[in-house]
């Protein structure tokens, strides 16, 4: 079980890399600083597993609005896909920092693809 985890997590870590990845690009080029320890949490039911961020992490991401957009209109056919997956993730990650809320992401344990982000209150969002 502990090896499907580990398999679920790699393709999970692949098809989020493009936003986290400019997200942190973005936070180290501006030097900030976190605001504190806690990151992302990952939690994990029968059926599907939930990344849960932070105020500081959505604000980050929500920042790349504008540029995901551009990305979907000058990059080639092939690649308008993880643009588009991006666009809906800074979006909502919009749509969260404008309401004081956070971004989730859950996501099919079966096939992390297959994913979708929210926003919610409370719990892991401070």
């Not at 990952?42 to 604000?59: A, D, H, I, P, Q």
């Not at 643009?83 to 079966?110: I, P, S």
Request: include cysteine.
């Amino acid at each position: 079980m502990l090896h499907h985890d580990w398999q679920s997590f790699h393709r999970v870590a692949r098809v989020l890399a493009c936003t986290l990845l400019c997200a942190l690009a973005l936070v180290a080029i501006r030097g900030a600083q976190p605001e504190s320890a806690h990151a992302a949490t990952v939690t994990k039911g029968w059926v599907t597993g939930t990344v849960y961020f932070n105020k500081k992490e959505t604000r980050t991401i929500s920042e790349f609005q504008i540029a995901t957009m551009a990305c979907v209109a000058a990059v080639p056919a092939w690649l308008k896909p993880v643009c588009a997956y991006a666009v809906v993730w800074t979006t909502q990650a919009r749509r969260a920092r404008d309401r004081g809320m956070c971004l989730k992401v859950k996501f099919l344990l079966a096939n992390p693809v297959d994913h979708w982000p929210d926003i919610y209150g409370g719990g892991y969002c401070r």
